[in-house]
């Protein structure tokens, strides 16, 4: 009976010492005001556990959530508050930051152009919804919600980016390159750089192309692409001793990349390596069977090597691919010279003389125009 009635007096207390739905509301506050969110996590569960299911509790309960990175359970407690109050703008502004935080772009999407549509000048929401479609591919419509934004925005760095790089997507290289390049700068960002350096390198522009690889590996050595983009540029500048070194450790870091192996093999073959371009080049085959650079290379390694029937045929497989690429159409010509068809290579320098002009007619720069895209 003792025990029970100390049971019953411990039960009392408890009870009496439990801090009432106003007090757990105002120590959840003051936790997550001073950034001890894991707190006021607790409190918020506890809140709703007595069934304080109101606004406030669960919209800070969400931002309590998000706080911590916990998304989905940030996104439920968003739609519980959105219940209580339908359409409420800062909730709804909130549920689309916690699904572009967790990566679900799509929905984020939604919800953005959602906002935009019933705010068209909101220039935080429209420029999420613009980085939310360059992300997922839809770069026209992006640069259709973001180009507008320029002229009053000028120099914002979010800005800046997405449209640059949705420009650069849509083949608007110079002018995408411009922007991207302005927030490599101002905003030191190693990512910038290396888009920076990979467009320039497109555009041919080789010295720019290695100013800024170099300058995204000094932010960030580790940055993924870097040693793979920088062998690329010193191989197009000539520099083979550099662009194998820099190929190698691009390969430390990861055996499986493909435009290392594939460039590191090219490489080799014009520095006469033979047994080590076909290493570096079947790995390159092995990764990607299906792959006309590596066929084209191939071709270049089989050449090197005195096997002119075999480069033959693996250039003639590149061109029946891919009719619109230049070199392998002057590689091709050139061979059917020396397998003694003369027929053949006066049908190639036609075709090298019609692409040749249409890149002219383009305004394309002189030099050898990129190669499909692997």
Not at 11 to 16: F, T
Not at 283 to 300: G, H, K, N, Y
Request: with cysteine; net charge negative.
């Amino acid at each position: 009976m003792r025990a029970a009635v100390l049971v019953f007096v411990f039960a009392s207390l408890a009870w009496a010492q439990a801090p009432g739905p106003a007090q757990l509301f105002q120590e959840a506050a003051e936790a997550e005001k001073r950034g001890d969110d894991a707190l006021a996590v607790r409190k918020y569960q506890e809140l709703v556990k007595i069934g304080q299911d109101v606004l406030a509790v669960r919209a800070n309960y969400g931002a309590a959530l998000a706080h911590l990175g916990r998304y989905e359970e940030a996104i439920a407690q968003y739609r519980a508050a959105l219940a209580l109050a339908p359409g409420h703008p800062g909730l709804r502004l909130n549920l689309a930051l916690a699904y572009y935080k967790k990566g679900d772009l799509a929905h984020a999407t939604a919800e953005f152009r959602s906002l935009h549509d019933g705010d068209p000048g909101n220039f935080q929401v429209a420029v999420l919804l613009g980085t939310c479609l360059e992300r997922q591919g839809h770069d026209a419509d992006a640069i259709a919600v973001l180009a507008p934004l320029e002229g009053a925005h000028a120099g914002d760095l979010d800005l800046e980016w997405a449209l640059g790089s949705a420009l650069i997507h849509t083949g608007h290289l110079k002018d995408g390159l411009t922007r991207v390049q302005s927030v490599a700068e101002r905003g030191a960002s190693a990512e910038a750089w290396m888009l920076a350096g990979d467009t320039s390198l497109r555009l041919n522009f080789f010295e720019q192309a290695q100013r800024d690889v170099d300058a995204a590996i000094r932010l960030n050595p580790r940055i993924a692409g870097a040693y793979t983009l920088r062998g690329k540029v010193l191989q197009y500048l000539g520099d083979e001793e550099g662009a194998a070194a820099a190929l190698r450790k691009a390969l430390e870091a990861n055996a499986n990349d493909f435009e290392a192996q594939l460039n590191l093999g090219a490489v080799l073959t014009s520095a006469r390596d033979l047994e080590g371009a076909r290493e570096h080049l079947a790995i390159a085959l092995r990764l990607r069977p299906d792959s006309p650079l590596v066929r084209f290379e191939m071709a270049r390694l089989e050449r090197a090597e005195g096997r002119l029937e075999a480069a033959v045929k693996d250039m003639e497989a590149v061109v029946r691919a891919n009719p619109s690429w230049l070199q392998p159409h002057i590689e091709l010509a050139a061979l059917y010279y020396r397998v003694k068809r003369p027929d053949d290579g006066a049908r190639e320098r036609a075709v090298v003389e019609r692409l040749s002009e249409q890149q002219r007619e383009r305004e394309l720069p002189g030099v050898t125009p990129p190669p499909p895209a692997p």
